[in-house]
């Protein structure tokens, strides 16, 4: 049984962890930041996220430039314009094939490809110099503060403006807006980059259904599987080696039982030596759960 394993839990707090739990020297902004690094790549402001995913989702690419043109919806108030994801938006397959129909006849200097309501993808021969935030980094929070920088950011600011007017009168929102829904009225592009080389990891297996995780993972070989519904599962599934598990505990009643379901019999499985070591790592902090004193242990064991 593998001795090592590593849990990825979205928004884990350090409260949450056990009082004997040692902080870890890991610095990262953001689970997809902290995905890249576990995969051995060093950090980096830009993450070539986009490349990953297209070349796991559509096809391999070697020298081409991709970026992510994500659908979502500008609140605007009076002074700022807060982003809203397709997560909220509730984008359907259609609507998503109509829009990107649209935007492909309206110009011919690029493609959009989706393969997934939520995921657009921008594929060119041409470098794309553009640096902006992750998705994740800025959902809900005001774009006017932390617009795309770099030498084309410009020219992706004039094409965004341009598709929020064609989007403007698409039939799509004005079912929409018939409706009440909220519109599909821009796209954040971010992501840009080359695929990356291949770096090296430790992890034999991967549990997760994270898309960047996935991404990254399989470009290495790893074998990628669902992860399990609780740590006793996870336990019975471990291969040989180390393991790295995404669970996606985002829901208040799911982490109300994540003491219950995975924490305490993680605990147990450290103090029985079935593991090694267990790390955690939450929104922006890592911590590692301590195997107990040869006493701790057995006081387990009576």
């Given at each position: 049984m593998s001795k090592h394993l590593s849990l990825?839990?979205?928004?884990?707090?350090?409260?949450?962890?056990?009082?004997?739990?040692r902080?870890?020297?890991?610095?990262?902004?953001?689970?997809?930041?902290?995905?890249?690094?576990?995969?051995?790549?060093?950090?980096t402001a830009q993450l070539p996220l986009a490349a990953l995913g297209y070349q796991t989702e559509i096809q391999s690419i070697e020298h081409d430039w991709v970026m992510r043109a994500d659908p979502v919806h500008l609140r605007l108030d009076r002074q700022a314009a807060y982003l809203l994801d397709a997560a909220f938006i509730g984008i359907q397959a259609h609507e998503t094939e109509a829009l990107i129909a649209s935007i492909n006849?309206?110009?011919d200097?690029?493609?959009i490809e989706a393969t997934h309501p939520e995921r657009w993808y921008i594929r060119q021969s041409q470098a794309i110099d553009l640096h902006s935030l992750r998705l994740e980094q800025i959902r809900g929070a005001n774009v006017s503060t932390a617009m795309p920088t770099g030498k084309d950011a410009l020219h992706w600011q004039q094409i965004g403006n341009e598709i929020q007017m064609l989007f403007f009168d698409h039939p799509v929102n004005q079912t929409r807006r018939e409706r009440g829904q909220a519109e599909i009225n821009s796209l954040w592009f971010w992501g840009a980059g080359q695929l990356p080389a291949p770096a090296s990891s430790p992890w034999q297996k991967v549990f997760s259904q994270q898309f960047s995780l996935n991404a990254i993972a399989k470009q290495?070989?790893?074998?990628?599987?669902?992860?399990?519904?609780?740590?006793?599962?996870?336990l019975k599934a471990l291969p040989e080696g180390d393991s790295l598990v995404?669970?996606?505990l985002c829901a208040d009643e799911q982490l109300d039982t994540w003491q219950q379901d995975w924490l305490t019999p993680l605990e147990r499985a450290l103090a029985q030596g079935q593991l090694e070591q267990v790390h955690l790592y939450a929104e922006e902090k890592a911590f590692s759960l301590e195997k107990p004193s040869w006493w701790q242990r057995l006081k387990a064991a009576l």
């Open positions: 990825i839990v979205p928004l884990l707090k350090y409260s949450d962890a056990p009082q004997a739990a902080s870890l020297a890991i610095n990262y902004q953001g689970l997809d930041e902290c995905i890249w690094q576990l995969l051995g790549h060093a950090p006849q309206y110009q200097d690029f493609i290495q070989g790893i074998d990628c599987q669902n992860p399990p519904k609780n740590a006793q599962a996870l995404y669970l996606d």
